[in-house]
């Protein structure tokens, strides 16, 4: 979107709806699995980094695809590399100062999901947990952000006509990924599959930093 000419603010505003629509949808399935101690500190450090970076972006918007796409790659990695495993550890000891960073990437770029998503991974949870928790943080994401913009008296520059259609599409696009192909992955395919997207997600935002 932004490579389209629009706004930092108006990306937001065409995608938060549908983003915390979706997220809604899966948590209406599986709040139950919801890890409690994680969505504690995103509540705790994020949601207030969320706001303050987003509303600092009115002044300065830093390039941080670069820093999110190594996170993620080395998330993507710790299976496949025993010394990447052995330092994350290590790393995550300092879990609410990544949580705090999380929020600021986020606020600032809208890039923390990939940050949640590829903490949330490295747990090794169930698929079911990992989904949950990946949606209840998108949702607390999608929240702050929409209450900042709001409180910021940001104007709203989206057709309400192009937000529906945007989150019908979302909807049909959840109702057809749930029924045809969540169903039919095991937490060991679920794994390897959002082991994936974490790489690509990664390489995509070094291209997008590289070309920037």
Known sequence: MLLLGMTFPATLQLLLPISLMISLLQLSRDH????RVILRRVLAFTLPA??????ATTYWSPPLEGFVAI???IFSLQDRVILIRNRLNQILKFQRSYF???G???GASNLGGSMLTALVFGTGLDKNVVRATIAAGYTLFATIQLMTLYLAGVKWEIDFGNSVGVMVSGAAIFWI???CIYRRFDSKRYHTGLEVLLVITGLLLIISALQS
């Open 100 to 102: 705090a960073v999380m």
């Open 71 to 73: 996170l993620v790659l």
């Open 177 to 179: 990924t749930e029924c």
């Open 32 to 35: 139950e699995h919801v890890d």
């Open 50 to 55: 969320i706001g303050l970076a987003l509303w």
């Open 104 to 106: 600021f990437v986020h």
